[in-house]
């Protein structure tokens, strides 16, 4: 390219502006062509990024339990969500540990472990503890990590309504400080 | 900023050279439509390469979203052009550019036809062309089972019907296409593996061969 730039500039005394007929040329077929292939690749970047501006479906809430039926030893509770996965839809079923603090607030916890991922359940051994099988993370009936276990139980939305409990979607556990 | 990144590389590996021997070769007056408007006919086959990019490209975009299996095929490729943002677009790319591409190589081959360019020393390349062409007639029909909708699977079975009425090894053809006794799941995934892996990278080579030659024996000459 700069070898040809510089056989042009002989010629530059003749030229009424500074730019040259060659570079004019090549910002003009330069510009074209980035313009083609932006006309090209954007669609398709645009279609490959899709997934992160998509928007997200708003949580729901699903109709879990009577409210009666929670007591202060947690229970476990399975539910189903409809979850819409691309060209995939299904209703998987989840699990929730509900149960009653001292004040009588029923909170509902996730069942998987905050080590790496197992499923957790209440009391197995005895001792009024979360327990997880595969490393034995032990945590507090309001989803604190004793051991092994990195954070807190998660926890879903709750709320009463008619006598019925709700639940929404997981968020990070509020009980424990 | 980008001189310097590109002096940085030239002066350790020399680059300078390799892309002067591709891009800096002269084109001939005749067929440089600026100097006879009708040498436009040499564009084909530059023409048919571009599309060729070009359905490369969405192919690759395309498989991000497209599952090879008779149950969802159909709904991924529903969703990718109907959910995904400007999948109309990019489906839209693959499916005009399949067509177009055969357009470009026919009028590609009628100008190297008619300008008698096959002929010696060139005739390897017009073999090597016409290779091209199968294996883009068979980008197309592997490519348009895909979508599995009734017309991609009612083309496939008159497709495979055709070859079988290959005598004596016919049957052996169909099934071979098939993966199994019907037009089903073996015969997607078998057609995709075929339209994504196989036939591309023959391609590659094919069009890898086809550039060599052109510009170890230079264009042919005028009428």
Redesign the interface.
């Known amino acids: 390219m700069s070898n040809h730039e510089h056989k042009d500039n002989s010629h530059r005394s003749a030229m009424k502006s500074g730019m040259s007929r060659r570079q004019f040329l090549s910002y003009t077929l330069g510009g074209a062509g980035a313009f083609m292939a932006a006309g090209?690749?954007l669609?398709?970047i645009?279609?490959?990024v899709?997934p992160i501006?998509k928007k997200k479906a708003g949580g729901t809430w699903i109709k879990v339990v009577e409210a009666s039926k929670i007591t202060n030893e947690p229970q476990e509770f399975k539910f189903k969500i409809h979850q819409v996965d691309?060209?995939?839809v299904s209703d998987p079923e989840l699990t929730a540990w509900i149960s009653k603090d001292d004040q009588g607030n029923a909170f509902a916890l996730s069942p998987i472990c905050k080590h790496l991922g197992c499923t957790i359940a209440w009391n197995t051994e005895k001792n009024n503890e979360y327990v997880c099988p595969c490393h034995n993370a032990h945590y507090t009936k309001d989803g604190k990590n004793l051991v092994v276990a990195p954070k807190p139980l998660d926890e879903y939305d709750l709320k009463i309504e008619n006598d019925w409990v709700y639940l929404g979607p997981v968020k990070a556990n509020t009980r424990v400080v | 900023m980008l001189k310097g990144v590109y002096n940085w590389i030239d002066e350790r590996l020399d680059i300078t050279p390799m892309w002067r021997d591709v891009a800096d070769h002269e084109v001939p007056e005749h067929v440089n439509p600026a100097h006879h408007f009708s040498a436009f006919v040499y564009c084909f086959g530059g023409l048919t390469f571009f599309i060729t990019v070009i359905q490369i490209l969405s192919g690759m975009f395309l498989t991000m979203y497209f599952v090879p299996d008779i149950i969802n095929a159909y709904k991924s490729v529903d969703y990718l052009q109907h959910k995904v943002a400007f999948g109309g677009i990019v489906r839209g790319m693959h499916h005009w550019g399949a067509s177009l591409v055969i357009v470009m190589m026919f009028l590609h081959t009628l100008r190297v036809f008619f300008t008698g360019s096959y002929k010696a020393p060139r005739e390897m390349n017009w073999v090597v062309g016409m290779l091209i062409f199968f294996i883009m007639l068979g980008l197309g029909f592997t490519g348009y089972l895909l979508p599995w909708d009734n017309k991609a699977y009612f083309a496939t079975k008159v497709g495979i019907q055709i070859a079988e009425s290959v005598p004596y090894i016919g049957t052996y053809i169909k099934e071979l296409m098939q993966g199994g006794e019907i037009v089903g799941a073996e015969t997607l995934t078998r057609f995709f593996a075929i339209h994504v892996f196989f036939l591309p990278g023959a391609l590659l080579a094919l069009l890898a061969a086809h550039f060599f030659m052109i510009r170890k024996q230079g264009i042919s000459g005028p009428l």
């Open positions: 090209m690749s669609p398709m645009r279609f490959a899709d501006l691309g060209w995939y």
